[in-house]
């Protein structure tokens, strides 16, 4: 099976996005109860990380400026109503502090009734076992569109000499980019996404992922300047036949890529060897599950392999456990989904200097790899992944094998109990022969 998370905001929407950039920029005006104001420019990556820069005027009137990492977790009161909470911690200052001075990390909270559409607005606390009577209302939080960021603004939270002050730069367009051109003429990036989008259970998470996928790499193929083709195996069409025709059917050129993505169901059978998944190609669960309705991830990759594109890539968001077993959660968090330009030249490391063939699934032997009616927590975290390593605030190249290490790690951080009570851990398997 499989799950999906995403991070913050659309708060006051009933509607849960996912937001799939590398980093949200968020803008924060609260009290405390003595009632000195704060204002706070929140950099969100994913679950695990983010940070805040937070300036003030200290007792004796010196303009103070903060650092506080933040970790996010989810969970339910025992009054039904659940809550999505930000915990701030490592408070460090920016500017000089006076002998002695200490800040108090604010942590940031979101309610939701049991019986309520929407999430009530975001509130500080200082009590970490979210006592409601701590909370105080923050006076405003909302995304901020990195085009209207102007220097000024980043000069109240950054020195002029910090690598992130520089790559926010970059990345609100604030810095002439010159990017040498490169040949890609005759490229060609192929996305083939097998989607179980009619299944009762997680079709409209397999849906979802469908379309977040065909968005996000057709704009890769946008930003590289190379053509792009789509093969979705999907409603009707997802069967076996079609997923071996579909795969026959793949031309591909000596500079072509090629990206394979299976959502759906996925088990092994008892006395399997292969590490990877079978991926189950029916429609419904009346069905018998045979060698003629179910398919091995590692048969695509010897399939994709023996093509003859420059880069395959093959992913599988399904569980790897045993027939019968299959597992999703409602857990979801809140988000607001935006892009943010990448830094075109570590898109070129990944997509155009890399040659090889790359596979991973979201589980391994025994796990499950878990959804909500949004996405799978795999699909999520690679793409998030993906869209970190090259954002400008990476300052260093990445290769596929950190991305999907990355990826990994983020889809077990998703299923961990601080974000996902009911989920079991999935860590994923994965085999990376990518040169450069």
């Known amino acids: 099976m499989l799950r999906l998370l995403s991070i913050i905001l659309i708060l006051l929407s009933t509607n849960i ?14 009290h405390d109860k003595n009632l000195s104001r704060y204002e706070g420019l929140l950099v969100y990556f994913n679950e695990s990380r983010s940070y805040m820069r937070i300036n003030y005027h200290a007792e004796n009137s010196k303009y103070q400026v903060v ?9 339910t009161f ?21 002998a002695g001075q200490k800040y108090n990390p604010d942590h940031f909270i979101w309610r939701k009734g049991k019986t309520e559409q929407t999430w009530n607005n975001p509130s500080t606390t200082d009590d970490p076992k979210l006592s409601y009577a701590s909370e105080i209302p923050v006076d405003s939080f909302f995304q901020i569109n990195p085009y209207s960021v102007s220097e000024t603004f980043l000069r109240k939270f950054f020195w002029d000499n910090e690598p992130d002050y520089f790559s926010l730069r970059r990345l609100c367009g604030l ?12 490229t060609k990036l192929h996305l083939v996404v097998v989607a179980n989008t009619l299944i009762g259970d997680i079709g409209p998470s397999c849906k979802a992922d469908r379309d977040k996928l065909d968005y996000e790499f057709r704009s890769i193929a946008e930003a590289l300047g190379i053509s792009y083709q789509k093969y979705f195996a999907d409603e009707n069409n997802f069967n076996k036949t079609y997923v071996q025709n579909t795969l026959k059917s793949i031309k591909s050129g000596s500079d072509d890529i090629v990206v394979f993505v299976y959502r759906g169901h996925g088990f092994r059978w008892n006395n399997q060897t292969d590490a990877y998944p079978m991926m189950d190609l029916r429609t419904s669960n009346y069905v018998n599950i045979d060698k003629t309705t179910s ?9 994709l392999k023996n093509k003859n594109a420059r880069l395959n890539i093959i992913l599988g968001d399904c569980c790897n456990n045993y027939v019968g077993l299959n597992q999703t959660t409602t857990t979801s968090f809140l988000n607001s989904q935006s892009d ?3 830094d075109i030249k570590k898109l070129r ?6 040659r090889g063939t790359l596979i991973c699934a979201a589980a391994r032997k025994g796990e499950y790899s878990w959804a909500n009616p949004f996405g799978g927590f795999f699909t999520l975290s690679f793409i998030q992944a993906m869209k970190e390593k090259i954002s400008y605030f990476n300052n260093n190249n990445s290769s596929w094998n950190d991305v999907i290490t990355y990826a990994t790690k983020l889809a077990k951080d998703k299923s961990s109990p601080q974000l996902c009570s009911n989920c079991t851990l999935q860590t994923g398997v994965s085999y990376v022969n990518v040169s450069y």
């Open 67 to 75: 650092n506080v990492n933040y970790k996010s977790s989810t969970g």
């Open 175 to 186: 810095v002439d980019i010159t990017i040498n051109p490169v040949n890609t003429t005759g």
């Open 17 to 30: 996005q996912y937001s799939l950039q590398a980093q949200i920029l968020y803008k924060v005006n609260f």
């Open 340 to 342: 943010n330009k990448p």
């Open 78 to 98: 025992s009054d039904g109503s659940v809550y999505f909470f930000m915990s701030g911690y490592s408070p460090k200052f920016i500017t000089e502090d006076s």
């Open 295 to 303: 398919m091995g991830l590692s048969e695509v990759y010897n399939t």
């Open 349 to 354: 490391g990944l997509f155009v200097d890399a």
